[in-house]
């Protein structure tokens, strides 16, 4: 089956501080995975996708590499700022359905 | 272009009351998802529809639980006799007719149900 496994948190970081949430996934085909961002009181917004193996998606300073041989997808940003504090959400969509699968989500809080 | 639509934003019910959630998808979007939000769990799948069919309604709970995607208005998710336990925010997404299947969805605000 399909399924998404994100690193637990909640995670607090320092501003400037560097960014790394995990993200596993199994899958039956051959998917594309996504981050999705969800700002307090707000619905999940589009961060980045990869659709194919060894593409790399990136926005707003955040990546993550489509890594095939470990299943992974982990997301990543060099610098983060108060405002990317939000709950981050790794998701696979296999490239013969319709359906999304998505991860526990992934708090981040970004102090001053 | 508006963005999805979810209305009401809060919902507050007692047990064994009903509850009835809309979602206007945005416009041009014939495919709707619902999705539900429980604390410490993460977004899981409740269903997919089209205009007038239920396509995967493989994770909605088999009793109270329903819904719908009429041709005219919006797309309604009804809980019968809700409880405790249906606490949650509950997210609707919608997606064009002809997406690509690595094409985003997009996703409205939410309604948070709280059942007293």
């Known amino acids: 089956g399909n399924s998404v496994t994100q690193m637990e948190g909640p995670v607090t970081l320092s501003e400037e501080a560097f960014l790394t949430i995990n993200c596993t996934y199994t899958?039956?085909?051959?998917?594309?995975l996504f981050w999705y961002v969800q700002y307090p009181g707000e619905g999940l917004q589009l961060l980045l996708k990869?659709?194919?193996?060894?593409d790399k998606g990136s926005n707003k300073g955040f990546e993550a590499t489509y890594r095939k041989e470990t299943t992974s997808f982990h997301l990543e940003k060099g610098s983060v700022q108060v405002s990317d504090s939000a709950v981050y959400f790794c998701?696979?969509?296999?490239?013969?359905?319709?359906?999304?699968?998505f991860g526990t989500g992934t708090s981040l809080t970004v102090i001053p | 272009n508006a963005g999805v639509m979810q209305n009401p934003r809060h919902l507050v019910r007692r047990r064994g009351q009903e509850a009835r959630l809309r979602c206007s998808p945005m416009k041009g979007h014939s495919h709707v998802y619902w999705y539900r939000q429980l604390p410490e769990e993460g977004l899981k799948f409740m269903v997919y529809l089209q205009k007038e069919n239920i396509i995967d309604e493989s994770g909605m709970p088999k009793e109270r639980f329903s819904a719908e995607f009429p041709k005219e208005g919006p797309s309604i998710l009804r809980i019968q006799q809700v409880v405790r336990g249906d606490s949650a925010a509950y997210f609707c997404?919608?997606?064009?007719?002809?997406?690509?299947?690595?094409?985003?969805?997009?996703f409205g605000s939410g309604t948070q149900l709280s059942v007293l």
């Open positions: 990869a659709t194919k193996a060894d």
């Open positions: 998701a696979l969509s296999e490239n013969t359905g319709n359906q999304f699968y």
């Open positions: 899958a039956t085909g051959y998917p594309s």
């Open positions: 997404a919608s997606s064009p007719l002809d997406r690509a299947v690595n094409e985003k969805l997009f």
